[in-house]
């Protein structure tokens, strides 16, 4: 088994593209029920984990700047750490994401061992 991590994307600024009360609310069984699907499988390597939406960007001069990107919306909502036996069955599960239903997006990436 190989280990991926799955960050989930979405926009969390744009004030029309955001979700209603509701559709968060009913978002929260979908997201208990994903990541309860992914662990009864035994192949969740690290539980969810949510991240703030500012950040900080170091520059190679050491100058710092507020990010992640101010040029784009999205932002970083969380992520978390499946195991896989390669990148479609990854993708398998992600595409299960609740952050699908909300307009976000999955990105996956495969851990790498060795040198």
Do not use: H
């Amino acid at each position: 088994m190989n280990e991926f991590v799955l960050i989930f994307r979405r926009d969390y600024i744009t004030k029309e593209t955001q979700p209603s009360p509701q559709e968060l609310q009913d978002s929260l069984k979908l997201w208990q029920d994903w990541l309860g699907g992914i662990a009864a499988q035994d192949k969740l390597a690290k539980p969810l984990q949510r991240w703030d939406g500012e950040g900080k960007i170091v520059k190679s001069n050491k100058s710092v700047i507020n990010g992640p990107y101010a040029e784009i919306k999205e932002a970083i909502g969380g992520l978390i750490m499946i195991k896989a036996a390669d990148y479609d069955e990854a993708v398998s599960i992600a595409n299960g994401c609740p952050i699908l239903e909300l307009g976000g997006n999955v990105e996956i990436r495969m851990a790498v061992t060795g040198a």
